[in-house]
Every structure is written in C-alpha cells, then in structure tokens.
C-alpha cells in the first residue's frame, strides 16, 4: 500500500473516533453550574420561624421533631423532650449549606452516592422542614460525606427533595436516626463513692443487699450472704455501685402507654450518705430494657465519716425534685449495660466450691 493512501486512512480513521466522540458528549447530561457561595436553601433563615416540625427518615425508620414554643419533642417518643438547641443548630447548619459541584442526575447513579429514595435498605436520609400546616418550607436527601486534606476537596453529597440534581455541599449536618442522638438522655448521676446502699429485689423474692459503712471504705460488702458463703472476688460487691453514674435514656414512653409486666420486673433501691434514694424497676423485653425512675430526697447533718468532695456539694432534696421531674409519668428504654450488674442472682457473686479449695 502506497504512503499516500496509509496517510488518508489513518486520516479518516482519525476523523470517525473524533465524531463518535463528540457524538457520545452530545448524548451525556450537560451538568449544572453553581456560582460561588450559592446557597442549598437561600431563604431558609428568613422562614426559619415558620418551622413547625421537622421529619427525618433512614432505614426505614422515621422521627418526628413537633416544635412546642421555644422547645421541640419527638412525637415517636410519645413527646419526650429533646436537645432544643441542637435541633436548632442543624436548621442553622441546612441554612448555611453552600453548593460546589454540580454532579450526576441520573436516577440510576444516585444510589452510588446514598441519594437512592430512602428505604429500609438504604443508606440515604430525607429530612423535610415543615410548617403548622405541614406545608414544606425545605426538603433534601442527604448522602455520603466526601473526605478530603482541604476544604476545598471535603463535602457532602446532597440533593433537594423532589429533585434528581445531586450536589456536593459544603457545611456541616448532623442528622442522628436513633432518638438518643436528640433526646435529653440524662435522668441523674451519682458516683459510685456517694452510693451507701444498693437492694435488689428479683420477681421470685429474691434480695442482694450491698453496702458501705463510710464513703472511704475501698469495697463494698454483700450484706447477706449465706452463711458460710464468701464473696467471688474481694470487688464483686463494687459493681452494684456503679451502674447509677451517668444514668441515661436511649428512648422514652408515657407510662400509660408502655406498663412493665410485674411478674418479670427487678426492684431496685439505691440510696446515698448524704440522703438520697433513688428507686428504679425494670425489665427486659425483646433485648430492650425499660425503666421507671423515683426518687426521694433528705438533708442529712453531715459528719466527717460521711462527708468527701463528693457528697458535700450535693442537696438531695433538689437532686431528688429534679429526677422527679424528668422522669415522672415515663418509662425510659437504658442501656442493657446499665443494668448487667443488677441482674445477678446470689448465686452469681459469691465463691464456688471449687474457687474455695
């Protein structure tokens, strides 16, 4: 074949790749374009009082956020109160979303970047901003969060609901599913070293008693144990004294709506040196534990054997008045941890025949 006519086939050649190009560019979604510092939601601030609830699905799963004045509660938690200002904050933080990058608006593409419709099998999250007539005032499905070294290359993936445009955004949102992630988790608090009493009552009848003399005292006892039994370990007692440190809720009902089966409910009672007691009955149902919470305050005259840094600051009148105030008429879901401890029989902390060869 002559040079002359290789070249004009190469040529040729050439042209048809360059053609089928531009070609298959022409049949490819034109992507959309964002000035700089554009907002996600520009007028959101203006209506942010208009907010009347705010919905949130993921996982097949849904949380109803009902604004109550100044206060906002979770209506699948029969209305418990929660975090007032991080509620807040997330509508500041979708107000201040920046767009940055235009990206697909294939329907088929977006579940690469969890902005798929949400469902129970998928990772996307919906969140809508309504107001008192459950008009929306603005909606978005939030996906992955982009990692980068710079601001520049970190983000989140993002679309407006309704919309297929998907986005990368700049700005933060902390959208938790779980209604421990906003509710007012802390019912009370009390350090092991302020506990001088722990009874445990199991539905058969059965009692573990431990205690304290004073708040220094290194280890608890249990202060009935068979006779010629013996503790486990030195500490086995210590363990019914801690569970009472940061004592918090992963979920709340009314009590008139969630009652715990007495023939399966374990008794507690826990009181302090410096005259607090705090009653707690729970029961586990499903791998859930949920409890109810009382508690009772008395001023005592403190005395060097049962005042430390721990129980002086404290008044257990207040303290009691305000767990009373949480936690009345409510039944909290806590954490099965929490109560690992207090389900022990006699049988399980003391010494067995063979440990005591």
Not at 34 to 45: I, N, S
Not at 270 to 289: H, N, Y
Not at 299 to 326: G, W, Y
Not at 339 to 346: A, H, I
């Amino acid at each position: 074949m002559k040079p002359r006519t290789v070249a004009i086939l190469a040529l040729a050649a050439l042209l048809t790749t360059v053609a089928a190009g531009l070609a298959l560019n022409n049949q490819r979604p034109a992507l959309a374009t964002v000035e700089r510092g554009e907002k996600l939601f520009p007028d959101l601030a203006s209506k942010a009082a208009e907010i009347s609830s705010v919905v949130l699905e993921n996982g097949g799963r849904t949380l109803t956020f009902e604004r109550q004045g100044e206060d906002w509660t979770l209506k699948e938690s029969d209305g418990y109160a929660v975090e007032a200002a991080k509620l807040r904050g997330l509508i500041i933080g979708l107000g201040e979303l920046e767009l940055r990058q235009a990206k697909t608006k294939r329907r088929d593409r977006l579940v690469v970047l969890d902005l798929d419709d949400p469902s129970a099998s998928s990772d996307a999250k919906r969140l809508r901003l309504l107001d008192a007539q459950g008009g929306a005032i603005a909606g978005l499905v939030i996906g992955k969060t982009k990692y980068g070294s710079s601001e520049a290359g970190r983000g989140i993936y993002l679309r407006r609901d309704g919309e297929d445009q998907a986005w990368l955004a700049q700005g933060e949102i902390t959208a938790d599913s779980a209604p421990d992630g906003w509710l007012k988790k802390g019912i009370f608090d009390v350090d092991s070293d302020r506990v001088a009493r722990v009874s445990v009552s199991h539905p058969d009848g059965e009692t573990v008693l431990v205690g304290k003399d004073k708040p220094e005292q290194k280890n608890a006892s249990l202060l009935n144990l068979p006779k010629g039994e013996e503790p486990r370990e030195k500490s086995t007692a210590d363990a019914y004294l801690r569970p009472f440190h940061e004592f918090e809720l992963r979920d709340a009902r009314k009590a008139a709506n969630k009652a715990l089966a007495g023939d399966k409910t374990i008794s507690v009672e826990m009181t302090t040196f410096d005259g607090l007691t705090v009653k707690l009955a729970f029961v586990v149902e499903d791998d859930k534990v949920w409890a109810t919470v009382a508690a009772a305050g008395e001023k005592k005259e403190s005395t060097e054997s049962t005042e430390t840094t721990e129980t002086k600051d404290h008044d257990p009148v207040k303290e009691a008045a305000e767990i009373n105030t949480r936690s009345r008429g409510w039944v909290f879901q806590i954490p099965d941890w929490k109560v690992t401890s207090l389900k022990q029989r006699l049988a399980d902390v003391i010494k067995k025949k063979d440990d005591k060869k």
